[in-house]
Structures are given as C-alpha cells and as structure tokens.
C-alpha cells in the first residue's frame, strides 16, 4: 500500500485566500483524522471521521475551517480566508479500527504570508 | 487539549547510550502509544500498550505502562545517531481519538 497520502506537500498562499488541502487515506480504513502541528502548540487534532461521518470537530479553531470526506478514499480540509496564524503542518492520518495504531500522511507545510 | 506531557522536553545523548523518555497523562486510557517523527517528516509509530499491560519490547525498544501513576515510559537501549527524532506519547481514552503530548526531543551524537 502506498500509505496515506496528502497534496499538495507544500502550500504557500496570500492571506485572505482559500486553501484547501487533499488527503487520501490508507485502503480499507475507517478512520481518518486531521492535525495541525506548530512550534507553539505542538500537534492538535482538527477533527476526525468515522466511516466518512465526522465525529468530533471540537478541535476545529474557528468557522473558517472545514472538513469534508466524501467518500472513504478522500478528505478535504478547507481554511477560507486564511490568515498568517494558519501556518503550520497539517497531517492526515488513518486507522483501520479504534484499537489499531494509526498511519500518518507526509504532511502539508502551509505558509500564509 | 494536550493529554500526554513528555518529560524531559530534549535530551542529548552519545551513541551507545540508553535513552529513557516519560509521558505522563490524566485520564484513563484504553491504550497508549509512542511514535517517532524525524525532522520535517510525518509521524512513524513505534509501539502500543494497553491498559492491561505493564511492560511491551519492540526490538530496541521497552515502553512501560503504571496506570496507577498515569505513567508511561519509553527506553530505547544502545542508542544509534540515526535514533535522533521526536519522540510523542499518544493516549487512547476511547472512540479512536489519539491525543499527543508536546514530545521529547532527542540527540543522538556519534
């Protein structure tokens, strides 16, 4: 397998702009989560989907962020506008079942200038 | 919320050596796991216990778990330059969501 994959691997975009970051999730898992991991703040968990269904977006900072998986092998996470304090890496990951370790995504470095 | 704490924050060590790192946490737990993260790079998980164990090896590594004290430790023997990462502890307290601590940062120096 080719593992969880994420695009684009970097993104540099103005402040005020739409973002939006794709993940495709290991075959055959159920869950899919998102992080967001900053110096200050270390890695924070966004939200996370079960059999596509979000199921706790308590980690979500704020309206201007949004996930969608529409499918099992895809997820978006959208930030509009985005603002300087947005950048960060941003990971996916995914897990077959909750007691199963789960699988991290390369990363999408995010600069917001 | 941050769950797991890493204690210490970054430690330097000499190849050869063994390297000990402490998470600490504050609820119950179904499992809790360690990865690893190399610089600029996603996280690679190491090892899981689960709250009925007491003590897990992976090779090199021997994590322990005293769910009395909210405690886990990971102790990675005879340490290699290439060990040189981040360090986290995640906890599973239900529902498959994995909350991380801030990490250990290690150096290992040839």
């Known amino acids: 397998d080719a593992g969880v994959i994420q695009s684009p691997r970097h993104e540099v975009t103005e402040m005020g702009q739409e973002v939006t970051l794709r993940c495709k999730p290991i075959?055959?898992?159920?869950?899919l989560f998102w992080y967001r991991q900053t110096m200050m703040r270390g890695l924070e968990l966004l939200i996370y989907f079960n059999n596509n269904v979000p199921i706790d977006d308590s980690g979500m900072p704020e309206d201007r962020f949004s996930a969608k998986m529409p499918n099992a092998s895809f997820s978006t996470l959208k930030i509009q506008p985005s603002e300087p304090r947005d950048s960060a890496v941003y990971f996916c990951?995914?897990?077959?079942?909750?007691?199963?370790?789960?699988?991290f995504g390369p990363g999408t470095r995010l600069t917001v200038l | 919320s941050q769950q797991g704490e890493e204690d210490p924050q970054a430690l330097s060590i000499q190849e050869g050596e063994n390297a000990t790192m402490n998470c600490s946490y504050k609820?119950?737990?179904?499992?809790l796991q360690w990865y690893r993260q190399n610089s600029g790079r996603g996280l690679v998980h190491l090892i899981l216990i689960r709250s009925n164990e007491r003590e897990k090896h992976s090779g090199r590594l021997r994590v322990t778990l005293d769910t009395s004290k909210k405690s886990s430790s990971l102790l990675i023997t005879a340490s290699r330059a290439a060990d040189t990462a981040s360090y986290f502890c995640a906890t599973d307290s239900g529902g498959g969501k994995l909350i991380f601590g801030q990490g250990t940062e290690l150096s290992v120096k040839p």
């Open positions: 609820t119950s737990i179904n499992n």
């Open positions: 990951a995914s897990r077959k079942d909750y007691t199963d370790t789960q699988y």
């Open positions: 075959s055959g898992h159920d869950y």
